[in-house]
């Protein structure tokens, strides 16, 4: 299989807000990131993804832009973000940036000047139209809750708004606003950038009817997703931005793709489409999500958790390539969310970081993972400060549709602002944070959970996870073998072989709080040469096909 770095890379997502405050005003900067590079580089990552640090009112924490080519006030300015790439640089660490067109901030001047008339310059780069029966265009339901249109006064007509009110999605019909973008992608590129993630970018082809979405339980508005995700023209536009842009350059390219499945990723991510490498895909984050989406509360069935990693696993293998994460900035956090944050948090964090660094593809870790920072839980509303969670609130509680105790258990434990909590540095006031008053409140376990105390115990998950990054590093048999599933009907290990010319890794993982004996089926050959890592102290050995596991814990054994 073709070598390259963006194979062998491991990356790191930092959410600059919630990072590190360098100048007391609670919100984290572009200098409070040059701060911590060392920290970074110490963990062993490769690739820095760097949230959106584009000009924005901040409506939805900067996915919402209304500069693409200049830095957000409260980040700091052009010469910060230039200082930090040189480190970056310097330290042979790479940059990506968050590429977000399928929307703008409505404080663009394109926007701006768009909504002014019909026939201004700037109408067609978004998407307007007249009202039906005096209602929206369509019934398509916003990300953030209520219609996905909204209205202007001043031209009479409807803009489309796949999130919130502030940010109008762009119309990619329109070949002018296409080249728009290219032309800023390659100011960022010829600035010497090493690629881009990619923001919900299979929702910028729309079906171009923008037909109503089938409503037989008669509700307010429904989502829409069918007639804006993977849509008629996105593998044209795609090669198109290939072509125009992303060919020029030695890049890395990850689009975040809710509602992709394999057959799609493999062609979004075939190297001979000329489209881009990698994709996030959603269906493993919504495995503990019910019918009514999200919100709806659900337990992970470890089974279906095998099912879904499998068929991604095997669907890309040899055709395109996976990314690998089970955090971000969009998810809870995963330890709280599949492990255990009160007795086994560690052990349960090594456990996830296992099982996902074991897989084939690009791992991506994302801030404060890797010292197992854990969801928090604020009992007042008026502590959460991300918009999808305060929109629902207002539609479910303050109307009146939902029993409030039950919108805020599943805020606690769905919530966004579960993953963005400020980092926490060290035991002091804010985690070491900010020496202001921070935008968000720190979860009160950073005296115990932090980066300071992590670096200190040769036993904490930091330290796990260097250990997991440097594994990639020597044994190809992590990034380039294959992955064949083992136990699948286990309710509670998650055991995987990988083969690559003749070597075996045999992975295991007790996803669950219970000691469980693990034993190797008897039609699988392996045969254990070393112990390549493990979250609880265990014997060599040279041979294994029966052992007990503790609770949460994880063995990979190299082998034959
Ligand atoms: O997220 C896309 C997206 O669909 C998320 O809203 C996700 O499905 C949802 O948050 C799960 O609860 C991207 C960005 O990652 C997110 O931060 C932005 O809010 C969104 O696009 C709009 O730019
Ligand atoms: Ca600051």
Redesign the pocket.
Known sequence: MKQAWWKESVVYQIYPRSFNDSNGDGIGDIQGIIEKLDYLKNLGVDVIWLSPVYKSPND??G?DISDYQAIMDEFGTIKDWENLLDEMHNRDMKLIMDL?V??SSDEHHWFQESKKSKDNPYRDYYIWRPGKDGKEPNNWES?FSGSAWAYNEATDEYYLHL?SKK?PDLNWENPKLRQEIYDMMKWWLDKGIDGFRM??INFISKVPSLPDVPNPEGKKYVGGGEYYMNGPRIHEFLNEMNQEVLSHYDVMTVG?M?GVDVEEAKKYTDPEREELQMVFQ?EHMDLDSGPNG?WDLKPLKLTDLKENITKWQTGLYGVGWNSLYLN????PRIVSRFGNDEEYRVESAKMLGTFLHMLQGTPYIYQGEEIGMTNVQFDSIDDYKDI?ILNMYKEKVVEGIEDRDKVMESINV?G?DNARTPFQWNDSKHGGFTDGEPWIKVNSNYTTVNAEQAINDKNSIFHYYRQLIQLRKSHPIIVYGDYQLILPDHDKIYAYLRNYEDEKLLVVTNFSDQYVKFELPRDVSFEAKEKLISNYDIPETDTLTLFSLQPYEARVYKGE
């Open positions: 939805d924490n996915y977000v399928n929307h990300a999130f940010q923001d919900v975040e809710p959603f999200k971000n900035h969009d998810q999808e769905k966004r």
